[in-house]
């Protein structure tokens, strides 16, 4: 997890207003939204690189409710086009979700289905093979 924290931190791109990480009180704010828990090394995520701006994928970000891709406002979106209410999604791409489930695994929904082929361990995995390689 730490290589793939400080490559991310490396390759974060300049922008004229960066975006905030969040703290722990907005993260049970955005629990008590969405009114589902966020895993923990999902947590750890967004605490550590949701400012991150960097490829061309664009994952959730929780401390700006303007943004496309604020998470509640993602969450809703996904939910409403059949992304099971029990995965959190963590990116939207082409109207693909990769979503977290309880147990933190990422997983692509795809043309209304969990591709089972297209999965990973924890957030960072999904991070280093698909958020890196974008």
């Known amino acids: 997890m730490e290589d793939v924290y400080q490559k991310l931190r490396d390759l974060n791109a300049d922008v ?4 905030e990480l969040p703290d722990e009180d907005l993260l049970v ?4 939204e969405i009114l589902i828990q966020l895993p923990h090394e999902y947590r750890e995520f967004l605490l550590k690189v949701s400012d ?7 994952p959730v970000t929780v401390t700006d409710p303007q943004s496309h891709t604020y998470l509640p406002e993602v969450a809703a979106t996904a939910w409403s ?4 209410r ?3 999604p963590v990116c939207e791409h082409q109207g693909d979700y990769y979503a977290v489930n309880e ?5 692509l929904w795809r043309d209304g289905e969990v ?4 999965s990973w361990s924890t957030i960072w ?8 390689e974008s």
Request: hydrophobic letters at 45%; charged letters at 35%.
């Open 29 to 32: 704010d955005i629990e008590e």
């Open 52 to 58: 991150v701006i960097y490829g061309g994928l664009e």
């Open 16 to 19: 004229l207003v960066p975006l």
């Open 86 to 88: 029990e995965l959190i």
């Open 125 to 132: 995995h999904w991070a280093r093979d698909v958020w890196l």
């Open 115 to 118: 591709d089972e082929d297209e």
């Open 103 to 107: 147990e933190g695994e990422i997983h």
């Open 81 to 84: 086009v059949g992304l099971p």
